[in-house]
Each structure stands twice: as structure tokens, then as C-alpha cells.
């Protein structure tokens, strides 16, 4: 099968920008194999790009990388953007999920405003003959380690703080050559398969829509990422805003 297709740049997908070409860790991933490079760029992703609220799920990869911190949507595109610079093929695969996911992330005072269907979406990655799919990179390990620590007495199921699995404790976040989630059990509709971010959000508005989206873009997520790293900082780990 030809999958040509799911290797173009596109705007959203701007890899063959000076940002993301002369990026220092391509000197180690050009030496890996294919499947560690998606490790490795998947662990990359997760870890040095945080959990946080960006201005628009439209921004291009470049931006993701210079902010330094995504959710969702935006992490994904900067993670389709380096497996494509690393020639592996991948796609989008967009979703909504409940908002009720993101209690506690989001600040209970701005809870009730938020929209009840929220954007999502994970990557689907072409490894070893056979697509998988990527989302477990949305949380970075010390916002996730912290929101465990905040729950340590909840072993199964567990949805809030940006999570939704069925198993807070050892959620299935870390690449092995297979399937990661952290959000999947709070998905409510499936829109499919599209080569690129780009054809989605032609076909569907972002979660920046309307007076609360100017909103959200403009003031309220910068309320929100102070959360986030409050929420983080009850980890010795570094946080990044």
C-alpha cells in the first residue's frame, strides 16, 4: 500500500522549517531505527513539550515547539510533524470528548463555561506493517505523577485533570510498540481519519469558536496553565509555562 500521503508537509505540518530542521536531537534520531525513532520522538513530545493550553488548536508545529507546551490537538501536530520529517508515515484521527475529563485542569470557576463537546484527536502512526494509535504523549510524566500522588488511593478508573482511563495508577502511556492512551475513555464522538490537522479543522472548528474561544485564546488559558503548573509543581520535577 502506498502511503505517500501521510509523509507531505502541509501548513499545520512545517517541517522542513528552520525550527523543527535544526532541532539538536535529529543528530541522535537519524541514527535509529524505525521504531525507536518513533520512541524516541514520541518521549520527546511527552516529556519536553508539557501539558498546557495553547492560542489555537491552528497553530503550525513550529509554534508547538517554540511555546513548549501543548494539549491534545497541538502536541499531536507537532508529533506528526516530526515523524514526517522522519519519513513515518502517520495520520490524524479526530475526536470530541466530554469536557468532564478536563475537571481540575481547568479551574473550577471556568468550568461551567467550558464547551460540553471538546476538540480531540490522537496520531496514528504506520510501524511494522500495521497502524497504531498515540495519544498516551498528551501529559507530561511530572503533571501525570502529580495528579497520581493527588489520587494515590484511586487504583481503577479515573477521569479529571486531563485524564480519562481505566487505570489512573499505571495508565498505558508509555511507548512499547503499541497502542497509548490517557484520554480515550472520554471520547463521545468519532470523526474519523484525515491525512493532515489541516483537512480536520477545514471540515471542523477548533475549541477556540466564538466569544468563549476569543476568550479562552486571549485570557483564560493563561489561568489555566498557571493550574497546570501548580498542579506540576507538587512534583520535584522542572515545569515549564
Given amino acids: 500500500m502506498d502511503h505517500s500521503n501521510y509523509l507531505h508537509e502541509s501548513h499545520m505540518l512545517d517541517f522542513n522549517g528552520d525550527d523543527i530542521s535544526s532541532m539538536k536531537e535529529w543528530k541522535y534520531w537519524d541514527t ?52 514526517r520529517k522522519a ?14 475529563l478536563q475537571r481540575g485542569a481547568i479551574p473550577e470557576l471556568f468550568y461551567p463555561i467550558a464547551p460540553q463537546n471538546i476538540v480531540h484527536s490522537w496520531v496514528e502512526v504506520f510501524i511494522d506493517g500495521k497502524w497504531i494509535n498515540l495519544e498516551g504523549f498528551i501529559l507530561d510524566d511530572a503533571y501525570l505523577n502529580s495528579v497520581q500522588k493527588m489520587h494515590s488511593e484511586t487504583s481503577g478508573a479515573f477521569s479529571g485533570y486531563g485524564i480519562a482511563t481505566t487505570n489512573l495508577q499505571q495508565p498505558q502511556v508509555n511507548f512499547c510498540g503499541g497502542d497509548t492512551y490517557i484520554q480515550k475513555e472520554g471520547i463521545n464522538n468519532d470523526f474519523g481519519i484525515f491525512d493532515t ?27 489555566f496553565n498557571r493550574n497546570l503548573d501548580k498542579i506540576r509543581n507538587r512534583n520535584p520535577a522542572i515545569s515549564k509555562s
Fill in 197 to 223: 490537522p489541516d483537512a480536520f479543522f477545514q471540515r471542523h472548528e477548533g475549541n477556540e469558536k466564538g466569544l468563549k474561544g476569543w476568550l479562552y485564546s486571549n485570557l483564560l488559558r493563561h489561568f
Fill in 32 to 83: 535509529l531505527d524505525q521504531l525507536a525513532k518513533v520512541g524516541s520522538i514520541y518521549d520527546f513530545v511527552r516529556n519536553n513539550i508539557a501539558f498546557g493550553y495553547n492560542k489555537s488548536d491552528l497553530q503550525p508545529a513550529s509554534e508547538i515547539l517554540k511555546d513548549g507546551y501543548g494539549q491534545c490537538n497541538t502536541k499531536g501536530t507537532l508529533f506528526m510533524a516530526l515523524l
Fill in 87 to 100: 519519513s513515518i508515515p502517520c495520520r490524524y484521527h479526530g475526536f470530541t470528548i466530554n469536557k468532564k
